[in-house]
């Protein structure tokens, strides 16, 4: 299994320029999720898809737009990117895990990020 | 949403035992604790997660007070492999809204 991958690695873009960040996993998971890392700041969530075909926002969502149209892959898109968007992304997909003890559970399995600076 | 606060940096020494410990005092019930970890260059790495009380695996334990407002990450016996920032996330996929909030991470230094 590769788990999650997320193409492109490095991008730079101009101000007002447009692109699309992939994310494909190969684990079956039902949810996936797009972060930022900034320095200092952790990561921010951006947008999260509970399922195919649906998509939700997170903490940050202003300025991106996501897609879920198969199961295994979540799309982040810029529409005009800004010097702000220069972040490190990553992407992650989980699976809930039924416990008996315990409510559902999850684990985060993250891809190996993309760093994108807008200059 | 909630507030994650840990500590920026921490140093040890090999073969020592390091905790460290966040604060989430504004967590939902339906919240989970969740400790990754992350080297240079890479996607965060699950470490452990836990609800309630004490959880142990084969790498760290962790410790979740009554009433839920911090957890607290043990690593025993820490090598220099352990160098990396530690992050605490408070949330779960069936929060309404799906929040998921990330502290800011701690930055664990082991020397020999």
């Known amino acids: 299994n590769a788990g999650v991958t997320q193409t492109p690695k490095f991008r730079v873009l101009k101000t007002g320029q447009s692109m699309t960040l992939l994310c494909a996993q190969d684990m079956n998971h039902e949810y996936m999720y797009w972060y930022r890392q900034d320095p200092g700041m952790g990561l921010r969530l951006i947008h999260y898809s509970v399922g195919e075909g649906t998509t939700a926002k997170g903490e940050v969502p202003d300025g991106y737009n996501v897609s879920r149209l198969k199961k295994q892959n979540f799309l982040l898109g810029l529409e005009s990117a800004a010097p702000s968007q220069t972040s490190v992304y990553f992407c992650a997909s989980t699976s809930p895990i039924v416990l008996a003890a315990d409510p559902s559970s999850y684990e985060q399995y993250f891809g190996p990020g993309t760093r994108l600076t807008v200059t | 949403l909630a507030k994650i606060t840990q500590p920026i940096s921490m140093d040890s020494y090999e073969g020592q035992e390091v905790n460290i410990t966040c604060s989430h005092n504004?967590?939902?019930?339906?919240?989970?604790i969740t400790w990754y970890q992350q080297f240079p260059s890479q996607g965060p790495r699950f470490i452990i997660q836990g609800y309630k009380t004490k959880v142990t695996n084969e790498v760290a334990s962790l410790f979740i007070p009554a009433d839920r407002k911090s957890s607290t990450l043990s690593l025993p016996r820490v090598s220099l492999s352990d160098t990396a920032v530690y992050y605490c996330l408070v949330g779960g996929p069936y929060n309404q809204g799906g929040k998921l909030i990330f502290g800011q991470g701690t930055e664990l230094s082991v020397k020999p």
């Open positions: 504004n967590i939902a019930t339906n919240d989970y």
